[in-house]
């Protein structure tokens, strides 16, 4: 079966650095995106990785490594408007997105 | 530009009932989506269309229905809802269907069934 995997929930404090991790396993691969998603709002696109290494846009960077099924998003300099849930989606063999349960990131003071 | 627009906002429905939900793009997309989200669980993939005129099966296609008759418009359709069906439900659009397509995201419908 098709499977990703991600934290629940994760808490960090504003103005710091968060990592968010995501491991799958598809039936093929096609590319990892990420998007973000605020409470009783729709995804938007993040970012989008097909090959390992590391995809700097401004306060967000994506990994991926595709030997380990794994990627991972990290936030800095986190703001209060970064509270949100955020999304690991795998585009598979037939380029059908499998999602991720999502991460709901907490942001303190 | 509106985007995505999906009608209605929300809708609480009787068991039994028929109920289409609205999706239209102005992006000229060729790739449509529909998807459902429930607490605990990632989107899942209802039903697709690559291109005006055809329509594929996703993940979680019973119980639903669609047509793509344009280029512009992808209604969903609960033939008979069914209190599982209570969920929210978002439409999406994407230029093509190929590797690095970003999925664009209509507000979302909250459907509840009773």
């Given at each position: 079966?098709?499977?990703?995997?991600?934290?629940?929930?994760?808490?960090?404090?504003?103005?710091?650095?968060?990592?968010?991790?995501?491991?799958?396993?598809?039936?093929?691969?096609?590319?990892?995106?990420?998007?973000?998603?605020?409470?009783?709002?729709?995804?938007?696109?993040?970012?989008?990785?097909?090959?390992?290494?590391?995809?700097?846009?401004?306060?967000?960077?994506?990994?991926?490594?595709?030997?380990?099924?794994?990627?991972?998003?990290?936030?800095?300099?986190?703001?209060?408007?970064?509270?949100?849930?955020?999304?690991?989606?795998?585009?598979?063999?037939?380029?059908?997105?499998?999602?991720?349960?999502?991460?709901?990131?907490?942001?303190?003071? | 530009?509106?985007?995505?627009?999906?009608?209605?906002?929300?809708?609480?429905?009787?068991?039994?009932?028929?109920?289409?939900?609205?999706?239209?793009?102005?992006?000229?997309?060729?790739?449509?989506?529909?998807?459902?989200?429930d607490?605990?669980?990632?989107?899942?993939?209802?039903?697709?269309?690559?291109?005006?005129?055809?329509?594929?099966?996703?993940?979680?296609?019973?119980?639903?229905?669609?047509?793509?008759?344009?280029?512009?418009?992808?209604?969903?359709?609960?033939?008979?809802?069914?209190p599982s069906q209570t969920s929210?439900?978002?439409?999406?659009?994407?230029?093509?269907?190929?590797?690095?397509?970003?999925?664009?995201?209509?507000?979302?419908?909250?459907l509840t069934v009773l």
């Amino acid at each position: 079966g098709q499977n990703i995997d991600q934290p629940t929930e994760m808490t960090a404090t504003e103005g710091a650095i968060v990592q968010i991790n995501c491991t799958y396993q598809t039936s093929g691969f096609n590319g990892l995106f990420w998007y973000q998603q605020h409470a009783g709002e729709a995804p938007t696109f993040l970012s989008y990785n097909v090959l390992d290494g590391l995809e700097e846009k401004g306060r967000f960077s994506s990994f991926l490594s595709r030997s380990k099924g794994y990627s991972y998003l990290l936030l800095k300099e986190l703001q209060m408007k970064d509270s949100a849930s955020y999304l690991c989606a795998v585009k598979d063999s037939n380029y059908q997105l499998i999602w991720g349960a999502g991460t709901k990131l907490i942001i303190k003071p | 530009i509106a985007g995505i627009t999906q009608a209605p906002t929300s809708q609480i429905l009787a068991a039994g009932r028929r109920m289409t939900l609205r999706c239209t793009q102005d992006m000229r997309h060729n790739a449509m989506y529909w998807y459902r989200q429930d607490l605990g669980l990632g989107l899942r993939l209802i039903h697709y269309s690559n291109t005006a005129g055809t329509t594929g099966k996703g993940e979680v296609p019973d119980g639903y229905s669609v047509s793509r008759a344009n280029t512009d418009d992808f209604p969903l359709t609960l033939a008979s809802a069914v209190p599982s069906q209570t969920s929210v439900y978002f439409c999406a659009s994407s230029e093509g269907s190929g590797d690095n397509r970003e999925q664009f995201f209509g507000p979302g419908t909250r459907l509840t069934v009773l």
